[in-house]
């Protein structure tokens, strides 16, 4: 019994790859091949060399006293908000860079929601001088224009979506479509967990540096490699999955996921969808999607743009179902008092995202000597005018 991927590209019921009939041969070419790339020695030595010189990797595993004392336990945050571009998706771009110049792409396209994905994909096509098209709602456009302007003077083409919501849902399937036209020498960087298989297994192993380094950091400060709980938050689910891809089979090991709840569960103006959503195909695969009956997409909400997706890749769909996994959501109010108590307890100012994950911490029963690692999926910079718009809604008094 494993939680990885099987031979068909399946999580249990979830995931697989339903694209259309013209991508096929592109997806099973990447299929057949991405496992001995991404194994080899020259991808290995590439990539570790840019990990570690481009994106400062190894990020620390840091012991948060104050707030370990606060919650009863031993907290150590994963540090991912360190990394160049402030989060772990870096991580992920910078390998699949290296694997689309493997197979001998040249032209790169990418989706974005927030703008955060399309950043770092911006940034590795400007380090590898590859052309770039990134896709974008138009809504998104004018939302996170600072991140369409960093795009820009990367040297990537912005190209906004006029159609449905002008969302992300909208820019990806904007990007399937150029894709369908460009399969032979175009690659499609997606940012997380999400997409048809082997898409969703890439991400995990390009994100698993993040348990890779848990392992060693802990077995130096704790003398042993595993902790007892590990907690992050999930959007797509690639923070989730670097952070448990080396414990995911490890029962040792508990595993608590946040999702973002938005408003509240109960109203809709939500994103939590691995707990209110129904099986359906997005994005090529087989997952839990927030869907009317008759299986429209509904838009989600999150105060989190990051986490604003209506559905969950097939990894956590899985572990939530089987229970492997706790998932709970966080809500807006939550995730903001959270990211107030990081800042005011430990000085460190986390992505509205990350927050979600700490908006947990309350919401458990630790012991005191359990050992619990949280990663901080990136740093809040892009967010302050959000929390300078919420800050008199903040309880000083309970930090
Ligand atoms: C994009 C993003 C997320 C959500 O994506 P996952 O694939 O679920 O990790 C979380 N945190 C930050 C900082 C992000 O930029």
């Known amino acids: 019994m494993t939680y990885q991927v099987d031979d068909n590209g399946f999580y249990g019921e979830f995931g697989g790859a339903y694209v259309p009939e013209i991508l096929y041969k592109t997806v099973d070419t990447l299929k057949q091949c991405y496992r001995s790339i991404l194994e080899s020695e020259e991808f290995q030595k590439e990539y ?12 620390p595993l840091y012991y948060a006293s104050r707030m370990s004392e606060k919650y009863g336990c031993k907290l150590y945050l994963k540090r991912e908000d ?3 571009t402030g989060a772990h998706k870096i991580n992920n771009a910078i390998g699949q860079i290296l694997l689309a110049k ?7 396209i990418a989706e974005t929601g927030a703008g955060q994905h399309g950043v770092a994909t911006a940034t590795v096509c400007a380090l590898m001088n ?3 098209r990134v896709y974008m709602g138009a809504l998104d456009v ?27 849902k909208d820019a990806t399937n904007e990007a399937i479509r150029d894709w369908c036209c460009h399969p032979a020498d175009t690659f499609y960087i997606i940012g997380s967990t999400v997409g048809p298989h082997p898409y969703p297994d890439i991400v995990a192993r390009l994100q698993s540096i993040i348990s890779a380094e848990i392992k060693e950091q802990l077995m130096e400060k704790e003398g042993r490699d595993y902790p007892d709980y590990l907690m ?6 690639s923070n989730a999955a670097g952070t448990i891809f080396n414990y995911i089979d490890d029962d040792r090991v508990k595993i608590v996921l946040g999702e973002a709840g938005g408003l509240g569960m109960e109203t809709l103006q939500t994103a939590a969808s691995l707990q209110i959503g129904t099986i359906g195909i997005l994005h ?29 890749g097939p990894i956590h769909c ?4 089987q229970g492997r996994a706790q998932v709970l959501a966080a809500n807006d109010d939550e995730a903001l008092q959270a990211a107030f108590e990081l800042t005011r307890l430990e000085g460190i100012i986390p992505a509205l995202e990350s927050s979600h994950a700490l908006a947990l911490l309350p919401k458990m029963k630790f012991k005191k000597d359990d050992v619990v690692v949280l990663t901080v999926s990136g740093r809040g910079d892009k967010d302050m005018a959000t929390y300078l718009k919420h800050k008199d809604e903040i309880n000083y008094d309970a930090i």
Do not use: W
């Not at 493997?102 to 790169?108: A, F, H, S, V």
């Not at 004018?142 to 992300?168: D, H, I, W, Y």
């Not at 992050?232 to 689910?237: H, P, T």
């Open 48 to 59: 570790m060399y840019l990990l570690r010189d481009y994106v400062g990797r190894p990020s």
């Open 82 to 84: 360190l990394n160049h």
């Open 102 to 108: 493997k197979m001998g792409k040249t032209r790169i």
């Open 130 to 132: 590859m052309p770039c």
């Open 142 to 168: 004018e939302r996170q224009f600072p991140n369409v302007e960093r795009m820009r003077m990367l040297g990537a083409e912005v190209f906004p979506v006029q159609s449905g919501n002008k969302t992300l």
């Open 232 to 237: 992050a938050c999930v959007g797509g689910g």
């Open 284 to 312: 090529g695969s087989r997952i839990k999607v927030m869907q009317t009956e008759d299986g429209q997409i509904i838009e989600p909400y999150s105060i989190s743009a990051g986490l604003d997706y209506p559905g969950t």
């Open 318 to 321: 899985n572990l939530y179902e």
